[in-house]
């Protein structure tokens, strides 16, 4: 069974700072994919961004990006210039279809003006 | 495109009760899957379906939970009785499909039940 690790509950940071999510995960499978989703308080959960382990290039989404360590088997979410829209909880998901998602615990993450 | 819609969004009972929660999928998902996201944790998996089969139910505790998704459209969720650890918010998500970048999930605002 795979298992998703976010070893930081809570951060803080400064508005227009950059931030670092941490995830590590466990798994015998070669292939399958990771995801950072976004829960704001109102409680949606929106995919931030993907990455598919056979690729080696890291993945971004304007100011998100990841740094994938296949390796080392962690996917690290980093926030540039932070913004007050992106106070939620991130959680750190594994999958390999066609199989469910896998969540971490999540990172509260709050922007501070 | 209208995204997944759940209801009710809020729902306290009191504990022996039953409760049931409804979703509607984002227009030709084929795949509709119901999470439990109890505070503090990240959602786990309750059941999968495909079109109207079950994929996953290994983690849905079938004694008081059940799921049913008629016509392969909208599904509803329901417990009976509840206990108070049942207490959780309740997502509803759906995808496409099951290959390739059909997998991608989109979730539904949740359900906040409380059982008291």
């Known amino acids: 069974a795979q298992t998703v690790t976010q070893s930081q509950p809570e951060m803080s940071v400064q508005e227009a700072e950059t931030v670092t999510l941490s995830c590590t995960y466990d798994t015998s499978e070669s292939n399958y994919y990771l995801f950072w989703y976004k829960q704001p308080p109102s409680r949606q959960m929106i995919l931030v961004i993907r990455q598919e382990a056979y690729k080696q290039q890291n993945a971004t989404e304007n100011r998100f990006s990841v740094n994938f360590q296949k390796a080392a088997k962690s996917f690290s979410l980093k926030i540039s210039d932070s913004q007050l829209g992106d106070t939620a909880m991130y959680f750190c998901?594994?999958?390999?279809?066609?199989?469910?998602?896998?969540f971490g615990t999540g990172t509260r993450l709050t922007i501070i003006p | 495109e209208a995204g997944v819609a759940q209801s009710p969004r809020y729902k306290i009972i009191e504990k022996r009760q039953s409760v049931a929660f409804w979703c509607n999928p984002i227009?030709?998902?084929?795949?509709l899957y119901w999470y439990q996201q109890i505070l503090g944790q990240g959602p786990k998996l309750l059941i999968q379906f495909q079109n109207n089969g079950v994929v996953d139910d290994s983690q849905l505790p079938k004694d008081r939970f059940s799921a049913e998704r008629l016509k392969g459209v909208d599904s509803t969720l329901k417990i009976q009785p509840a206990k108070l650890e049942d207490s959780a918010v309740y997502l509803c998500a759906s995808s496409l499909g099951l290959a390739g970048r059909k997998y991608e999930q989109y979730f539904g605002p949740g359900t906040r039940l409380t059982v008291t």
């Open positions: 998901a594994f999958m390999k279809p066609p199989r469910k998602l896998t």
């Open positions: 227009s030709g998902h084929a795949t």
